[in-house]
Antibody, heavy 120, light 110 residues
Framework: QVQLVQSGAEVKKPGASVKVSCKASGYTFTSYDINWVRQATGQGLEWMGWMNPNSGNTGYAQKFQGRVTMTRNTSISTAYMELSSLRSEDTAVYYC?????????????WGQGTMVTVSS | QSALTQPASVSGSPGQSITISCTGTSSDVGGYNYVSWYQQHPGKAPKLMIYDVSNRPSGVSNRFSGSKSGNTASLTISGLQAEDEADYYCSSYTSSSTQVFGTGTKVTVL
């Protein structure tokens, strides 16, 4: 079945970087954009950016420009999101989400989420 | 980019209809027909319920419907059921070629 499986929980110190993976299966990985969305505990959803797995093209929310990098490895159908210069406010669940086949602007398949905790 | 504005909470009795609003600007909701709605149960990933303002993905109940007027989009749930109790988020494409989510609405079935 179509699914996205993310890497496990991470605990990082302030100032460090984290790299979360998102492995796709059940569909052609290079045919659909991958987006990243995060959610702090008890808070709303926050869009971080998108990546086209075919071209590698990316687009980031202004808030994360300069701190986030989205990449992929097409040979293993895996997308990555790396966030640097971590601070306590980055503590959240990070989701990858696939764009819908008919529109890039809706996300129909979501990963299970990866908890990232930033603490000294 | 500021989050789209949603009511914090909406409630209704089983069988009733409720509507959740999502207010943005002409640079997002009002400027494009790219509004989506997501349902999120506690501890779970969001689920796509509506895309492109009013389209339902395969498998989503026809009790869910979407619409838009000006800078405000709406999600209506008819025949409210206990399993509809969840958080709901709207999202929209923006003039900056980004996405923005709404503040979220907690739906309670009384």
């Amino acid at each position: 079945q179509v699914q996205l499986v993310q890497s496990g929980a991470e605990v990082k110190k302030p100032g460090a970087s984290v790299k979360v993976s998102c492995k796709a299966s059940g569909y052609t990985f290079t045919s659909y954009d991958i987006n990243w969305v995060r959610q702090a505990t008890g808070q709303g959803l926050e869009w971080m950016g998108w990546m086209n797995p075919n071209s590698g093209n990316t687009g980031y929310a202004q808030k994360f420009q300069g701190r986030v990098t989205m990449t992929r490895n097409t040979s293993i159908s895996t997308a990555y999101m790396e966030l640097s210069s971590l601070r306590s406010e980055d503590t959240a669940v990070y989701y990858c989400a696939r764009a819908h086949r008919l529109t890039r602007d809706a996300f129909d398949i979501w990963g299970q989420g990866t908890m990232v905790t930033v603490s000294s | 980019q500021s989050a789209l504005t949603q009511p914090a909470s909406v409630s209704g009795s089983p069988g009733q209809s409720i509507t959740i609003s999502c207010t943005g600007t002409s640079s997002d909701v009002g400027g494009y027909n790219y509004v989506s709605w997501y349902q999120q149960h506690p501890g779970k990933a969001p689920k796509l319920m509506i895309y492109d303002v009013s389209n339902r993905p395969s498998g989503v109940s026809n009790r869910f419907s979407g619409s838009k007027s000006g800078n405000t989009a709406s999600l209506t749930i008819s025949g409210l059921q206990a399993e509809d109790e969840a958080d709901y988020y709207c999202s929209s494409y923006t003039s900056s070629s980004t996405q923005v989510f709404g503040t979220g609405t907690k739906v309670t079935v009384l």
